[in-house]
């Protein structure tokens, strides 16, 4: 049904995906659920997207939040992918659970789409309800804008939107509905989509939009399609560099959860490490530790070179040379992943300048890390309030490592590098807590309050993590218990995708 209601449309569209190719996507509507309620609305980034927070939490705004209700400009649709998952060749994956509402551009320009998801069953559910349960909605909700918060670029959480139906699950479970806003939803697995069906006219209106849409200064290029593949690698480069320096861990880097905007997407079994390890997992179908922590590097590379493949056919209309000019762009992913990797984690020790054996100071830091189960987070946070000598606080910091000599060691060599700078301690712990945060979204954290939520329906301890995530390089007195590690029995060692 259209909104006949007011002349304002309440999401201003401007839609582009819609207009290309039908094979590109199934055009239905969401299915309505029978009693929507509001769990939360992200009143800041309504307001980003030019939209008015008290329509959207009015019940014609939920309406729409929910699915029920189409709104004026929408053009609703599910978009069609395929992709690898776990290294498995999938031809067609596509929007089994989510519609595209339609496109905006928010107050800065860009353009956004927005997405409902888990908003019934698509031409590409195969056997999938189409739905998502309260638990993983809110997961997402409260790890995407917790990623946003620390300045890593995401697909962000606008609203969550309780069903009022259980979904069957390997228990009953209440369902959700959650408003994704993305710069697009366009994934590496769309390319390989139209490139798994020989259609290169597919590939060719896929990429011109792309670029249009999300690499302009491509076009420029001699090569617009090269150009546009090394953009892509270079986002990603970054994307996940920045993933490596806050110790997030995605858990399903398979190529249909990579955007190509370079936003993290799909928070599925994700988490972010407590004490450091390069294998660690979370997610209980990855037997294998194909997306461990230390692996993160490698897949986006190997689904880069997925992407590379799929663009082949454009890239030069000799196939060699194809072939010649993508590998080498692939393989531009190491240095430019190690030029953001190491220009993150000189900050992070309070490094202005790069010098010879900077690089080996920081791995042996990780290195004594891993060996001593010592906290990601907590070692670099605390390393920050170090830098002012008359605290005399070491142990702040050894305290975290099982054999607190691993680090003393270590910090001898460190102060020793910090004051070949000689910078002054005000402004050297200033810059290392801008870029070491205090609070991340800690697994024990995100599960107890996605617990209290289902189990008691008791939405405080959910609001008071969004809250105190919200500003995670900020030390938040009150609230210093939210940046501790979990106790021994309250670890979680296994995360869900819950689809
Ligand atoms: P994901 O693991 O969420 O990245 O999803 C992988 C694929 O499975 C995508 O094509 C999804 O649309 C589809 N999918 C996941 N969960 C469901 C569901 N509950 N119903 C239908 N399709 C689903
Ligand atoms: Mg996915």
Known sequence: MQDPTTDEAIFPFDNSYALLPERFFARLPPTPVSEPSLIRLNESLALVLGLNPERLSAPEGIEVLAGNRVPQGAEPLAMAYAGFQFGSWVPQLGDGRAILLGELIDCEGVRRDVQLKGSGRTPFSRGGDGRAAVGPVLREYIISEAMAALGIPTTRSLAAVATGERIRRETDLPGAVLTRVAQSHIRVGTFQFFAGRRDEAGIRVLADHVIARHYPEASDSDNPILALLGAVIERQAELVARWQLV????????????????????????AF???????????????????????????????????????????????????????????????RFEHYYRTGLQPKLGLAEARDGDRELAQDLLKRMAENGADFTLTFRRLSDLVDESLRNDERVSGLFEDPAAFDEWAIRWRRRLGIERRPAAELQRDMRSVNPAFIPRNHRVEEAIKAAVERSD??????????????YEDQPPHEDYAEPPRPDQIVRETFCGT
């Open 459 to 472: 939405l405080e301890p959910f609001e008071q993590l969004i809250e105190v995530l919200a500003t995670p």
């Open 247 to 270: 110790g997030f861990i995605h858990g399903v880097m398979n190529t249909d959860n990579m955007s190509i905007a370079g936003e993290t997407i799909d928070y599925g079994p994700c």
């Open 273 to 335: 490490m407590d004490s450091y390890h390069p294998d660690t997992v979370y997610s209980s179908i990855d037997h294998r530790g194909r997306y461990a922590y230390g692996n993160q590097p490698s897949i986006a590379q190997w689904n880069l070179a997925g992407l590379a493949n799929a663009l082949l056919p454009l890239i030069a209309d000799d196939q060699d040379t194809a072939v010649e000019l993508a590998t080498e762009m692939i393989q531009s992913f190491r240095t």
